[in-house]
């Protein structure tokens, strides 16, 4: 890389927060620190603003900005809070890459705003696009604004199509390890605990994001995202079940051959392509080696027990605000799952039934989007009260 990009990172203190400050400090010289934010977690944002030093920091909570203030005051590092706030700061011009490590459909308002300034987009947040795909893709191609993907199975897409962006893609298969319940079926899952559903075989990841893929509804999720970043049709999109996460997902094409990208489970490697693209920068990630995993395995999906992956391609093919409908009331049973108030197949059944109650719009406006999320939230709400 000729030139250090200055980083934006939404969600610093998050997973792919902390693994992306990984990244910058083995290449120091390639990537500065711009912004960094949190929600709640002032302690380690404050810890990561003292290393990195960064020019402005974002905590969400606002009840902690005197906390963080105070803390930095004397490092001339500016301090800001709250929501807006967060999308006020992706506009600086000192930026040139933001990427959007939020958790769900709080990354949606701040990465429209990073778009409409400009700015590259590192994707880690799925929702922006399953909320508001074709909005959100629309306003990136009026601004010229290239979006990188950072799930790993968007990241092998993409990566298989470096160099054959003029052949049209006949279908992508995006592989799932199958969660921690692969091959259950709903008897075992009526009685699953959150502690069961947070070890997940192969990835570490924040708790919703694992309770998604115990679900298969990150899945989904990923299938939704799919469909806007590489331009497909719902029926060019296919789920295989790969218990090992070494093949991260394939593309094939019109003349039936297969492009997969493969390696160990390690979120920094798409990460760090994402944010260095088209080059790829040398890492000391540990490699991947055939004779460790002398079997890879392949199976169907099981969408009749693990309904989330097939509500997500009901969504998809619906169109409209149906995937924000799905998205939002996914957010609350995941958050009530957590909390012990429901069980993990109830899930489904909520989500289903806040999907055929709320409003159908079919082409939505960005406050259609806002207001579909809050009237699927709210819907979803009441339904786990009348059910507990």
Not at 177 to 183: N, W, Y
Request: charge should be negative.
């Amino acid at each position: 890389m000729t030139e250090a990009k200055r980083v934006a990172i939404l969600g610093s203190t998050g997973s792919i927060g902390t693994q992306t400050l990984e990244v910058i400090r083995q290449h120091p010289s390639d990537f500065i620190v711009e912004v960094l934010t949190a929600q709640n977690n002032c302690d380690l944002l404050i810890a990561q603003a003292l290393e990195f030093n960064p020019n402005a920091v974002v905590i969400g909570n606002i009840s902690n900005y005197e906390k963080v203030k105070d803390a930095l005051i004397s490092h001339e590092i500016k301090v800001f809070a709250g929501q807006k706030a967060l999308e006020q700061i992706v506009e600086m011009e000192t930026i040139d890459v933001v990427l959007t490590a939020l958790v769900g459909y709080s990354g949606l308002l701040p990465t429209l705003a990073a778009i409409r300034a400009g700015k590259q987009i590192a994707l880690a947040n799925k929702e922006t696009l399953v909320v508001a795909g074709e909005l959100v893709t629309a306003l990136a191609k009026e601004k010229g604004v290239n979006i990188y993907p950072v799930d790993s199975e968007h990241s092998a897409i993409f990566q298989c199509l470096v160099g054959e962006f003029h052949n049209p893609i006949e279908k992508i298969i995006l592989t799932a390890s199958g969660g921690p319940f692969r091959g259950k079926d709903k008897t075992f899952l009526e009685t699953v605990t959150k502690a069961q559903a947070l070890k997940h075989p192969n990835w570490e990841m924040g708790a919703k994001i694992t309770i998604d893929s115990a679900s298969l509804m990150n899945k989904g999720l990923e299938v939704i995202e799919a469909k806007w970043l590489f331009g497909l049709k719902t029926e060019q999109i296919d789920v295989i079940v790969h218990p090992q996460s070494i093949v991260h997902s394939l593309v094939q094409f019109e003349d039936g051959s297969l492009k997969a990208q493969l390696g160990l489970p390690d979120m920094r490697i798409p990460i760090q392509f994402a944010l260095s693209y088209p080059y790829r920068l040398k890492s000391d990630f540990e490699r991947f080696d055939f004779i460790n995993y002398p079997n890879l395995t392949f199976e169907q999906p099981d969408k009749k027990t693990f309904r989330n992956l097939q509500l997500a391609f009901d969504a998809l093919e619906r169109g409209g605000n149906a995937a924000c409908v799905l998205n939002a009331s996914n957010e609350i049973v995941v958050d009530a799952f957590l909390k012990d108030q429901i069980g993990f197949l109830q899930m489904s059944d909520l989500i289903e039934e806040t999907m055929a109650n709320i409003e159908f719009i079919s082409s939505p406006s960005i406050d259609d989007y806002v207001a579909t999320d809050e009237k699927a939230r709210k819907y979803t709400e009441e339904l786990i009260k009348r059910n507990t």
